[in-house]
Each structure stands twice: as structure tokens, then as C-alpha cells.
């Protein structure tokens, strides 16, 4: 059985010059690996695009995508959030985890009070965070997604077991 669940792998960010190149912006773990995992998709399914990658710029790589021969081509594509089906992806080591895979995850404290459920995971440069949307709360609360903060990743069970900071919750 084969799993085709899109994870997102970069977005292009515009054009790069004026014949076609497109800022790239790669989330995967050594930037330069997301042109390995090529074709790549947009979330529709209704573009498909091979890459090569050309260079570095402040903040993302430049490369030519297949289909795409001018400014306007890549200018219009900005924002487009590009996909691999999961099974192109490698396997990971038990303590690290897709992003996708910790959305929509249960949150509980070690003593299994309910602390809410993982909306998104940022990451603003020193350490992941997970952001949880707490039970009869509309505002998020951010959880630190640390060894410390969350000692357990239960994927299995569909569940994280955090141990948050004092004054977090």
C-alpha cells in the first residue's frame, strides 16, 4: 500500500530575474535535498514541476521549474505551496517527526488533562513550536517543542504528552 498524503516541501516566493527562475523556498532539512523529490506538486495536484536548482538568494535557493519560461509565469505561481506524496519522503529516526504528522495531534499533560490540539508547527529560528488550540479558548497557546516540553510523541495513539513550561497553560 502506497500513502499519496501531500506534505508540503517549499513554496516559490516570485520571480528571480527576468527569464523564468523562481525564488524557492525549501522546508525540508538541507534545502538543497527538495529538488531530489521532484516532481513536485501544487496542492491541487494540477501543476507538476521538475527543478533545477541554480543558485542561493537572502532567505531561499533560485531555481527553473519545468513549464515556466518567463517572469510572469514565475510571478504568478508566488505563494504557490509546493508537495511530494509522503511515500517519496525518507523514514525518519524515532525522535524526529514530519511536521504533518504532529497537526491535529491531542495534547494532554503528563497528569492527562486535556491541554488542547496541535494547529500548526512554527518555526522562527531557535526551536519548533507547537501551537495549540486550547479547549474554551480562542486564543492559541505556543508550546516549545522540546525533549523537555513534550517528552512524548505517541503517533500511533494520536496523542502528545507535554510537560509545559510554568505558566504556559
Given at each position: ?54 543558485g542561493q538568494t537572502s532567505g531561499a535557493l533560485t531555481a527553473r521549474l519545468s ?103
Amino acid at each position: 500500500m502506497t500513502d499519496n498524503t501531500l506534505i508540503c516541501v517549499g513554496a516559490l516566493a516570485g520571480a528571480f530575474g527576468v527569464k523564468g527562475e523562481v525564488r524557492l523556498k525549501s522546508f525540508t532539512a538541507t534545502p538543497e535535498d527538495i529538488a531530489g523529490y521532484a516532481p513536485l506538486l501544487s496542492e491541487d495536484r494540477a501543476h507538476r514541476f521538475d527543478v533545477t536548482l541554480t543558485g542561493q538568494t537572502s532567505g531561499a535557493l533560485t531555481a527553473r521549474l519545468s513549464g515556466v519560461a518567463t517572469k510572469e509565469q514565475a510571478d504568478s505561481l508566488r505563494g504557490t505551496r509546493l508537495y511530494v506524496p509522503r511515500d517519496r519522503l525518507p523514514a525518519l529516526p524515532d525522535d524526529e517527526f514530519y511536521h504533518a504528522d504532529l497537526v491535529g495531534l491531542e495534547v494532554f499533560d503528563t497528569g492527562g488533562t486535556p491541554l488542547g490540539r496541535v494547529h500548526a508547527v512554527l518555526n522562527h529560528g531557535a526551536t519548533d513550536l507547537l501551537e495549540l488550540h486550547a479547549p474554551g479558548q480562542s486564543e492559541t497557546v505556543l508550546l516549545p517543542f522540546t525533549r523537555e516540553a513534550v517528552p512524548t510523541v505517541d503517533l500511533a495513539a494520536g496523542r502528545i504528552i507535554a510537560d509545559p513550561p510554568e505558566g504556559l497553560t
